[in-house]
């Protein structure tokens, strides 16, 4: 009688072990759709906040709308459109044989070893079909992963609208405060080159002197967080260099015309 009742309990637990999995095997493929829709979601909300242009009433779509989706070649700057921008990841192509390539050497200053051949881009235009606003990916190693976010240039292609990393894994407090409305509000009307086109950007190890020429070209460190400081300051060089969006931004302006604010 003894056997019989272990038998019959493991018998019990087996089939509820088996039907609790079947229903979280269930829940989750259920859900997934809904899941892919919230971080596509949560990924246009982002490029929206860097642009300076989200509004918490308005649906995320309707506001999104507006921007012009193209992929681009960053080997030459020019679109690709034979790709579809709709369906075009550029996390997987860069670990692709045929759309990725390796970074070596000194030519890896933002620490990710390869990436894609292309990237997505995202153009808001006026009512006159003027460039306005110009969406770029950026991406690069802190101190403990890799920080993934957008920045937004303004019609000139050197005045900085926002900039906004929308997944990391920094430590809290630390390299974290790159998620501080305070350390993002300092990177707007900074300018992304100097007078010859060279990148110029530079997140400090301390505080920006607000009496120096270079002021508009630099941006204050992470307090305590050395390291994610030093990576965003890299990888927004890698990204506004040669390897990275300045094929695409000598393209546009030539094509798009120069805006001058004075």
């Known amino acids: ?33 809904e899941q892919a829709r919230n971080k596509d979601l949560d990924r246009k909300k982002n490029i ?17 709308s507006q921007f012009e989706i193209k992929v681009v070649d960053l080997s030459t700057g020019e679109f690709r459109d034979d790709i579809d921008a709709a369906t075009f990841d550029q996390r997987k192509a860069a670990k692709s044989n045929d759309q990725g ?23 808001a235009r006026g009512s006159n079909g003027d460039l306005e606003k110009l969406i770029l990916p950026v991406h690069g190693k802190g101190l403990w992963s890799t920080l993934y976010g957008y920045l937004a240039l303004d019609s000139d292609l050197t005045t900085i609208n926002g900039f906004a990393f929308y997944e990391h ?13 305070r350390w993002k509000a300092q ?33 204050d460190g ?6 994610t400081s030093r990576g965003i300051d890299s990888l927004l060089r890698y990204w506004l260099g040669e390897h990275g969006f300045k094929p ?10 120069e805006t001058d604010h004075g």
């Open 1 to 33: 009688m003894a056997n019989e009742s272990v038998s019959r309990t493991l018998l019990v637990a087996g089939l509820l072990a088996v039907v609790c999995s079947a229903l979280v095997s269930s829940s989750a493929i259920l859900l997934r759709p």
């Open 48 to 64: 929206l906040q860097a642009a300076g242009i989200y509004k918490e009433k308005l649906a995320v779509d309707e506001q999104f």
């Open 101 to 123: 390539m390796a970074i070596t050497g000194e030519d890896d200053i933002a620490g990710i070893k390869r990436r894609s051949l292309y990237a997505l881009i995202y153009i």
């Open 169 to 181: 894994g920094e430590t809290p407090g630390l390299g974290g405060e790159v998620d501080n409305p």
């Open 187 to 219: 990177w707007i009307g900074k300018q992304a080159f100097a007078e010859d086109g060279t990148a110029w950007l530079e997140v400090l190890k301390g505080k920006t002197n607000p009496d120096s020429p270079d002021a508009i070209h630099q941006i």
């Open 222 to 227: 992470l307090a305590g967080a050395t390291i």
């Open 248 to 257: 695409l931004l000598d393209q546009l302006k030539s094509t798009e015309g």
